[in-house]
């Protein structure tokens, strides 16, 4: 059975490129080790995650999440089973905010600032599938 799992969560910690670019490494590894596809947003401190796959290997994902000490106030936006994946492109996409349109967030959300712990996990599903569209994401 296939699932599709939204959450947020806080850095616990500034993080720099070099960091997030080990994650976002470590993640595509074991993420198409574990059938995992999905796409990672991280803007001033804050995660938003998509991910899609089946609901063991979903459920073990953020259950790992939770217990990483680099995330605080994880926050779970949506949980659904689905009939097929709709962001299976990526092993993780990575949202680039140098080519998206800020306007495009008034859309999904209350401002133009991303603040998912203001908005639903499907606002922010269907925020993904226009980045996807707009060519804002970095493929894996």
Request: proline share 2%.
């Amino acid at each position: 059975m296939l699932v599709r799992l939204v959450y947020a969560s806080r850095a616990a910690s500034a993080l720099g490129e070099p960091e997030l670019n080990a994650i976002l490494k470590s993640s595509r590894e074991h993420n198409h080790a574990e059938g995992i596809t999905g796409l990672l947003c991280f803007n001033e401190g804050v995660f938003i995650q998509l991910l899609e796959g089946g609901r063991g290997a979903v459920n073990a994902r953020y259950k790992a999440i939770i217990d990483d000490p680099r995330h605080k106030d994880v926050i779970l936006l949506a949980y659904e089973e689905i009939a097929e994946r709709e962001f299976s492109g990526w092993a993780m996409g990575q949202v680039q905010f140098s080519r998206m349109n800020r306007a495009l967030l008034l859309k999904y959300s209350e401002s133009a600032k991303l603040d998912p712990y203001t908005m639903s996990g499907k606002a922010l599903t269907g925020l993904f599938h226009e980045l996807v569209s707009a060519g804002a994401i970095a493929c894996s």
